[in-house]
């Protein structure tokens, strides 16, 4: 995993994350995105795959996106403090 976690906010709206939000992270560069921004992004780029078939917005790696909820976010930064 990769000690620069930009988890702090969305890479889409880039708003802070909130403890009941549901994320969407890539496993391999680490960024989160708010699962409703990336459901509406998908939709407006009319993406119908099942999730672990897209590409990460950021580092354009295939198959690394997994949901995960805030309080994971918070024990991966508490792993690089």
Do not use: A, G, T
């Amino acid at each position: 995993m990769n000690e620069n976690l930009y988890i702090n906010e969305c890479f889409i709206c880039f708003n802070e994350m909130n403890p009941n939000d549901k994320l969407i992270m890539c496993k391999k560069c680490s960024i989160c995105i708010h699962n409703k921004c990336y459901k509406l992004w998908l939709k407006k780029n009319n993406i119908v795959k099942p999730l672990p078939q897209h590409k990460c917005l950021h580092c354009q790696q295939n198959h690394c996106l997994k949901i995960i909820n805030q309080s994971c976010v918070d024990k991966l930064k508490s792993c690089f403090r």
